[in-house]
């Protein structure tokens, strides 16, 4: 099964086309055949979501690609067939079991009908959002395993959130908004960090420090105060004084609910309110994006586990009660 189908930038049976191609778009160095240049035939995607990107490739002969060094990582999830990354000088598997995880100068060998996802993300933001997690800059780099199975639930979390981030940018048939996609970088950024082994994993599944009540009290009641506008992780992160796991776990056991869960349940509470009172004209479309919900089906959904019915049901109600 193909992905990104709406970002193709190559679908040929031209070997040349494909390695410029290569260098132009993917930043590769070598590109090679290995074998019958007349089974070649390959195809390739490319979706940027900001400092990170998502491609998409299949090749149907044997070929070895190879990269320029720079500042990111590479978390490959193979989908179809298999082949190997050379990382270091050693070769590491690239099957359907397991996701690689190689920095930008690997190489690459793909064997026939290889097909698979590469998810790339800075080393930078990686930094950041371990900082975020653990409330202090790293002092070593982050070391990642270079395979990590599915055996691991924390691993299958992150080849799910992959997948379903390539599925989500299937099934778009308007551009995804901006916010919602920088939250999905970010949440696809931490499962990596929790889903492949590294040397801060120690420290990432230990106890959390609690944070304070009064912090859990400063997040809530910012929370109120700008449900209207995008809410980052970062933000709360700032305005509770604390780190990403103090205050989720804290607020979690004295609310019953994440930050971020609790930010939905006051958003759904204003559109209710909204839909209520509405004047003639105003739509459930309208009133979901005036309180933030980008997806109209996800809000749907969340609405009617809340209030035990669509929203489009109070809509109606409320137009009755008004007659």
């Not at 700008?226 to 700032?238: C, G, M, S």
């Not at 869960?261 to 105003?282: E, F, N, S, T």
């Amino acid at each position: 099964m193909s992905h990104l189908n709406a970002f193709t930038v190559a679908s040929t049976r031209h070997i040349d086309e494909m390695r410029g191609i290569l260098f132009d778009v993917y930043d590769a160095r070598l590109f090679d055949l290995h074998g019958d240049g007349n089974r070649f035939a390959a195809q390739a995607a490319y979706f940027r979501f900001g400092s990170s990107n998502l491609s998409y490739c299949a090749h149907q002969a044997p070929v070895r690609i190879e990269f320029r060094e720079d500042d990111y990582m590479r978390f490959q999830v193979c989908t179809a067939g298999s082949g190997r990354t050379i990382i270091g000088g050693v070769p590491v598997a690239v099957d359907t079991n397991s996701i690689v995880c190689s920095p930008s100068d690997s190489a690459m060998e793909f064997g026939p009908s290889l097909e698979q996802l590469s998810l790339r993300m800075s080393h930078d933001d990686l930094a950041s959002d371990l900082t975020t997690l653990l409330g202090a800059r790293p002092v070593d780099a982050i070391s990642f395993a270079t395979s990590a199975g599915y055996d691991a639930a924390h691993t299958r979390r992150l080849h799910s959130q992959i997948l379903n981030a390539a599925n989500c940018i299937d099934a778009a048939s308007e551009p995804i908004p901006a916010p919602m996609l920088r939250e999905m970088d970010r949440m696809i950024r931490i499962a990596a960090l929790y889903g492949m082994p590294n040397n801060y994993s120690e420290r990432l599944y230990g106890p959390a420090p609690a944070a304070a009540p009064w912090q859990v009290k400063r997040v809530e009641e910012w929370i109120d105060a700008h449900w209207r506008d995008e809410v980052t992780i970062d933000q709360l992160v700032a305005v509770s004084g604390s780190s990403m796991r103090s205050i989720f776990a804290t607020f979690k056991a004295a609310r019953g609910y994440t930050p971020m869960a609790y930010l939905k349940r006051v958003r759904l509470h204003a559109a209710r309110g909204m839909l209520l009172v509405a004047q003639p004209g105003a739509s459930v479309t309208g009133i979901g994006l005036a309180c933030c919900f980008a997806n109209l089906g996800h809000f749907a959904r969340d609405y009617k586990e809340m209030f035990g019915e669509l929203p489009s049901a109070t809509l109606v109600k409320a137009r009755c009660l008004a007659a």
